[in-house]
């Protein structure tokens, strides 16, 4: 059993700040296994005591995981002076106070974006030790070839001597653009970009769609979130262990 104060459990989940939520329960909104309470400071187990606000029940949940279709113009960033961020647009329903991004894109880079407020989670999703690949789309300034792919195999050198784990790059297509994937499994600032620089290419447009397993909901228009349900979450680090590239780079990395 783990007891914790009425007006932090009812501020963690986004009913309103710890002030706000004091306020409820002194106004005797708020109810645990059926009575009313009086004070903030009044314990409550939230996994196993039945809390309502208002006469709704409260559904708790520790961690709140959130997908969303990242648009161009928006920071990566739970809060921000002078811009707008990714956290500025998750809806009331959906907000919680400590959302962060759970990993960058840059401002002009679109695509799937994970939101929680699970530190845990977020640093398992993002170390490189965890072989969690993500998949990125990149539209290009030249085509892309052998030469190019075989160099994200061997380990890509950035401009600043930095040596990339290997990664994959596969030409899709091309016409009046030239269109590629990318997998990877590090997160270094600008790195798809940087990747492509070092071997001479220029990405002119950049779109995350696959976090492990996990897909970019096409129905998701861009700026819209979603909570994840479990399978989903599941699916982030299914295929954990897979390695696409078994060489090693001159860091002697895998
Ligand atoms: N690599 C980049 O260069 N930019 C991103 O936003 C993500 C990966």
């Known amino acids: ?53 208002a006469g709704k029940p409260l559904r708790f949940q520790r961690h709140l ?3 969303m279709n990242k648009p161009a113009g928006v920071v990566s960033a739970s809060r921000d002076s002078r ?26 880079t679109t695509g799937l974006l994970i939101l929680t407020d699970d530190g845990d989670f977020a640093h398992r ?25 075989e160099k994200f195999e061997a380990g890509v050198v950035l401009e600043d001597g930095t040596v990339c784990l290997p990664a994959k790059l596969t030409a899709a297509g091309g016409g009046s653009s030239f269109k590629a994937l990318v997998e990877i499994r590090e997160g270094k600032y600008h790195q798809v970009k ?27 228009k861009e700026g819209e979130c979603r909570e994840l349900t479990k399978e989903e979450l599941a699916l982030i680090f299914q295929g954990e262990n897979r390695r696409f590239c078994e060489k090693k780079n001159s860091n002697g990395q895998i």
């Open 1 to 53: 059993m783990f007891m914790e104060r009425l007006d932090k459990i009812l501020a963690s989940q986004g009913v309103g700040s710890r002030k706000e939520a004091g306020l409820l329960i002194r106004r005797g909104l708020v109810e645990v296994n059926g009575a009313a309470v009086s004070r903030p400071e009044e314990k409550a187990d939230p996994e196993r005591d039945a809390i309502s606000v």
């Open 65 to 67: 995981y959130l997908m």
């Open 83 to 108: 811009e707008k961020t990714v956290v500025d647009l998750v809806p009331e329903a959906l907000f919680r106070r400590d959302l962060f991004p759970a990993g960058r894109l840059d401002r002009d």
């Open 125 to 149: 999703m993002l170390s490189p030790k965890k072989h969690v690949y993500k998949l990125y789309e990149a539209t290009v300034d030249g085509p892309v070839g052998t030469s190019e792919i």
């Open 194 to 220: 940087k990747m492509f620089l070092a071997v001479g290419r220029r990405v002119l447009c950049l779109k995350r769609v696959r976090i492990g397993s996990l897909e970019l909901d096409k129905t998701l």
